[in-house]
């Protein structure tokens, strides 16, 4: 006896009793509800949680996702922003006295 069916994507039967009609349906897609993370929680529960995703800064609130774009730009802008560092030993550090420019300084040595 033939069968017609088609086959869903993600998963498949197979035929474990031909007789009694009988058959075993394999999933290869799990569920967010069912794939649990290391804390005990599950994907559903933590990507439920999220209320949405913002470029702005100002949010205070928990439980929003950042733009990436919105990060890039905010990287940059720090980085920008940074004090440039020497890296010297103590005696070139010593050298400069007084009078060495506002910086930060890394000895080594």
Not at 6 to 16: H, L
Request: charged share 25%; hydrophobic share 35%; net charge negative.
């Amino acid at each position: 006896m033939a069968i017609n069916e088609t086959i869903a994507s993600g998963k498949y039967r197979q035929c474990i009793d031909e007789i009694n009609k009988i058959w075993k349906r394999y999933s290869l897609w799990n569920k967010a509800s069912d794939t649990e993370c290391e804390d005990g929680q599950t994907v559903e529960e933590k990507v439920g949680t999220i209320k949405g995703i913002t470029t702005d800064e100002n949010v205070t609130e928990s439980g929003y996702a950042a733009d990436i774009i919105a990060l890039n730009e905010l990287r940059s802008q720090l980085y920008s922003e940074m004090i440039p560092a020497s890296v010297v030993t103590q005696a070139e550090y010593n050298a400069l006295g007084s009078g060495r420019p506002q910086k930060l300084y890394v000895i080594v040595g």
